[in-house]
């Protein structure tokens, strides 16, 4: 049996490539990994994805899994091991068994960037967490922190703050990259402290969370000067050294950012972020042709995996979609000339 | 589907004087990971044809089990054997590394 198409990842883009490619008459297989859905998974509600005025992540992608499902794309819900490009029909492996695929998609999307702190790991599931949404309910009435800058930082803050009445988000610039509209959300919350110019040292406590070793960063115009001094005076913490503070907390959300999940496919080229990098053909015209290629003829990419811009539902759904008419016209292609 | 349904009230019963290896899964409806763990329990369940049991506690009906547990993110998986917990994992976590933890403690 040889797939038409075999897409690596089930979040929005996976599924949306899945729905395209077998309505485009191609036999697809989407190899989802044990944990099927992407990062929407861990979030709970989006209201940006057009068609729905307020859905939960994981509502949205059983949704969009029921309708590739319900279209006859068969599913594999199990990790892809390897990928061997060699030679054609590509070879996926998941575990000991090969599925041949003509094409492939990657869509493995990004998963959490941890703090890399030595105590990370030990306390990971024990108050250091990367989804308030899931864990939000063991934190009510504790005092927690949030770590980042970017849009899922501010997300992180206003679940946690549903729940916690002492939340500390925690950055390591002097200006947050989110989107304006979520900071002034964020800003506008009571309970939520913003501490800019702070690094995450260390987490700590033996069994469970405890306390943040925070560090101050050199002096900017925008930070408020003395607030960690401040913080931690006011919650009972102390200071361990000169640019050194701990602040005691029950619970940490890592929002830093994300790492594109390529460990598995060592031949495709990646930019400096991590991403692997698209090849826009261009065509007799010199009009852009193919907008979803790797390096690799035949494998094609689509979702966070490469596009570490604009991350969103929609448009990993809207890569998805290119993928796969670009894999059905290559196909077409390729066909004719062999 | 579980085995069966774990509860506050019936966790001593079902889980801790169990005569044979329990798996419990502390899950809640809004949690998008538990969802994708639910599938892959099934999985083992059906695969374990009863050797061991697999049990599903919703943190939000039961939360003195979550806290006597100190369950503090889910999903968490706990195996008890003999009344104490002998395996704990936390996030999702596969059919083999599951049916390779039980496989172990089936006599």
């Known amino acids: 049996m040889i797939y038409d198409v075999i897409i690596i990842g089930s979040g929005p883009s996976g599924l949306t490539a899945g729905i395209y490619s077998t309505r485009l008459g191609l036999h697809p297989l989407i190899i989802a990994g044990q944990t099927w859905g992407g990062q929407l998974m861990l979030t709970t509600d989006v209201e940006n994805y057009p068609g729905y005025r307020k859905i939960t992540g994981p509502e949205l ?31 996926v492996a998941v575990g000991d068994k090969i599925f041949e695929g003509k094409t492939v998609i990657v869509a493995t999307g990004a998963d959490t960037r941890w703090l890399d702190v030595p105590n990370e790991g030990k306390l990971r599931g024990r108050g250091v967490s ?118 005691p907390r029950s619970g940490v959300f890592v929002a830093i950012g994300l790492i594109p999940n390529t460990d598995r496919f060592p031949g495709l080229t990646l930019d400096a972020h991590g991403n692997i990098v698209r090849y826009e053909e261009k065509d007799g015209q010199g009009m852009l042709s193919y907008f979803t290629k790797t390096n690799i003829p035949g494998v094609f990419t689509a979702g966070d995996v490469h596009d570490g811009r604009y991350k969103q539902a929609i448009t990993a759904a809207a890569f998805g979609c290119m993928a796969a008419l670009d894999v059905a016209r290559w196909l077409s292609e390729t066909d004719t000339h062999t | 589907m579980a085995d069966i349904t774990v509860t506050d009230q019936n966790f001593d019963t079902e889980v801790i004087q169990s005569g044979k290896p329990v798996l419990v899964d502390f899950w809640a409806a809004w949690c998008g990971p538990c969802r994708m763990q639910s599938p892959i329990l099934e999985e083992v369940a059906k695969t374990l044809d009863g050797k061991a049991t697999i049990g599903k506690l919703n943190v939000d009906d039961n939360p003195a089990s979550a806290q006597r547990f100190g369950v503090m993110s889910i999903p968490t998986l706990m195996i008890f054997k003999n009344g104490t917990v002998v395996k704990q994992f936390i996030g ?11 496989n172990k403690l089936i006599n």
Not at chain 1, 66 to 71: F, H, I, R, S, W
Not at chain 1, 144 to 161: F, K, L, Y
Not at chain 1, 164 to 171: A, M, R, T
């Open chain 1, 61 to 91: 992608m059983q949704k969009m899994r029921d309708q590739a499902e319900g279209l006859g794309v068969e599913i594999v819900d199990a990790d892809c091991t390897r990928l061997e490009t060699k030679e054609r029909p590509f070879h």
């Open chain 1, 130 to 247: 990367s989804c308030a949404p899931c864990d939000a309910f063991f934190f009510r009435g504790k005092p927690v922190a949030v770590v980042g800058g970017g849009d899922s930082a501010m997300e992180e803050t206003q679940v946690i703050a549903k729940v916690s009445p002492d939340v500390v988000l925690i950055h390591r610039r002097d200006e947050f990259r989110a989107q304006p509209a979520m900071v002034a959300k964020v800003s506008a919350l009571p309970q939520v402290k913003l501490l800019y110019n702070t690094r995450v040292v260390d987490v700590l406590g033996d069994t469970v969370l405890t306390g943040l070793l925070l560090e101050t960063g050199t002096l900017s115009p925008k930070q408020q000067v003395g607030s960690l001094p401040e913080l931690v005076a006011k919650f009972g913490g102390e200071q361990k050294s000169g640019t050194q503070w701990i602040l």
């Open chain 2, 92 to 102: 999702v976590q596969s059919k083999d590394t599951l049916l390779g933890e039980l």
